[in-house]
């Protein structure tokens, strides 16, 4: 990846509202050019986290630095590095392509030849230049998202904040932009952090994933190393016999409800050995998934628990009226 700076650095940051601690001595730093996943559960503490980071929540204590800016002390600095691709549509279908990106270009005072330049190379980066004069209102969803990707980078942010921005679309759609994303990051270098219900996009996009729960990051790795720390090989067991087996199974890796997650390959003959001891036969054999990650940390499931990444959108959404 070539990453070599830090763009986002925190330091045992804190938030407290009232006796709830929101966000728990978080510490982490990410790097220029790196897609990272922010997932959690509902109250998990992602959005007071992302609300400091675009300087909307102040912290109770700690430090934190969005491209060498205090997040306390140098507030406008911060949010000029910020670019937001929200859930939620808010281009204006009354305008045209250009006219969009133009109009944003020049809410970050950027000059006339500047914002020309920078519509013409976005336009190309998003495949959108012969679209340029049409009206937004026109465009399907997947031409909207590729729009707003390309105005969240008209006045060159440093760090791009993307809210589930696949949402909605076609998995035709969805892979085209995954195609599109890792073009901007590879070009730009921009960093990026995303928050997804979709694991699937979370594995294929994000060089590195946090998860966060009752306001703590509990884990923090590429998305190989979090699937390799929950075993080899993940078996799941049905039947009457079931609960005997993963009793024992408990010395060979770690279980959760009807499965068990197996410390190594060479395991795997013991297990299906003291299966046939039981007659348990319904078993099924996997490797382990972010899913099964996310579920060994957190308890929840992702699609019912991460619904409150849109309240985190709606604090930094803040950053554009001030």
């Known amino acids: 990846m070539g990453l070599d700076f830090f763009v986002i650095r925190l330091y045992s940051l804190c938030k407290r ?21 922010l997932l959690g559960p509902n109250g998990a503490g992602k959005t007071t986290l992302l609300g400091m980071l675009s300087t909307m929540v102040k912290p109770s204590s700690g430090r934190a630095y969005v491209h060498g800016y205090d997040i306390c002390r140098h507030e406008h600095h911060v949010r000029r590095q910020l ?21 944003h270009g020049r809410l970050y005072g950027m000059g006339r030849t500047q914002r020309q330049q920078q519509v013409r190379e976005l336009l190309a980066l998003v495949d959108l230049v012969e679209k340029r004069t049409y ?3 026109t465009f399907s969803g997947g031409m909207k ?3 707003e990707l390309a105005r969240a980078l008209m006045h060159k942010p440093a760090v791009l904040f993307l809210d589930e921005p696949t949402v909605g679309l076609d998995p035709q ?35 590195r994933i946090g998860i966060i729960d009752k306001g703590k990051i509990v884990a923090l790795d590429t998305p190989r190393l979090l699937k390799e720390r929950m075993g080899a090989t993940v078996v799941t067991v049905e039947g009457l016999r079931a609960p005997q087996l ?12 009807n499965t068990v997650a197996l410390r190594g390959e060479n395991v ?38 991460d619904a409150d990444a849109r309240d985190a959108m709606r604090i930094t959404r803040q950053v554009y009226r001030r």
């Open 17 to 37: 509202f009232g006796t709830m601690l929101a966000v728990d001595n978080v510490s982490f730093q990410l790097a220029q050019g790196e897609i990272f996943g």
């Open 83 to 103: 670019g937001v691709v929200f859930q939620d549509m808010s281009l204006d279908d009354d305008l045209t392509a250009e006219e969009n990106l133009d109009f």
């Open 135 to 137: 009206m937004v209102r």
């Open 145 to 147: 998202r590729r729009l």
């Open 173 to 207: 759609t969805r892979l085209t932009l995954w195609q599109y994303l890792r073009h901007l990051n590879e070009k730009y270098r921009v960093t990026i952090i995303l928050t997804t219900h979709y694991l699937d996009e979370a594995d294929s996009l994000c060089h």
């Open 246 to 257: 993963l009793a024992i199974a408990g010395k060979w890796g770690t279980v959760m409800d």
């Open 268 to 305: 795997v003959m013991p297990l299906l050995k003291a299966a046939t001891r039981l007659g348990v036969t319904n078993i099924s054999i996997s490797k382990p998934s972010l899913e099964r990650v996310f579920l060994h940390f957190t308890g929840c499931h992702l699609r019912d628990a």
